[in-house]
């Protein structure tokens, strides 16, 4: 079966750390491009970071910019988002995706079922 799961999302309080995680089954990361999502209640879904096939480019939204950190280990066929200084506003389920080609473009292939991050006093 063709999949991508997210794990890592949980409750932290403003300030904290997660990692999150996106693993594939029946297919190899390595082949696409991974884009990581998220929405929140009553919003519309965002782009959030993305890292290329290949040379391993990355892009992020300016709003988790010098906070989140996009990574693959092809080793373990998965795409990591670090997120530090996390803030309330950061509040979403995540979703991570995949697109074969070397950039993060729609239609997406593959998309995980999300994981939902909470940032909260």
């Known amino acids: 079966q063709l999949q991508l799961v997210e794990s890592g999302g949980g409750l932290v309080q403003p300030g904290g750390s997660l990692r999150l995680s996106c693993a594939a089954s029946?297919?190899?990361?390595?082949?696409?491009?991974i884009g990581w999502f998220r929405q929140a209640p009553g919003k519309e879904r965002e782009g959030v970071s993305c890292?290329?096939?290949?040379?391993?480019?990355?892009y992020y939204a300016d709003s988790v910019k010098g906070r989140f950190t996009i990574a693959r280990d092809n080793a373990k066929n998965t795409v990591y988002l670090q997120m530090n200084s996390l803030k309330p506003e950061d509040t979403a389920v995540y979703y991570c995706?995949?697109?074969?080609?070397?950039?993060?473009?729609?239609?997406?292939?593959?998309w995980g079922q999300g994981t939902q991050v909470t940032v909260s006093s």
């Open positions: 029946g297919f190899t990361l390595e082949h696409y491009a």
């Open positions: 995706a995949a697109v074969q080609g070397n950039w993060c473009s729609i239609p997406y292939d593959y």
């Open positions: 890292i290329s096939r290949g040379d391993g480019r990355t």
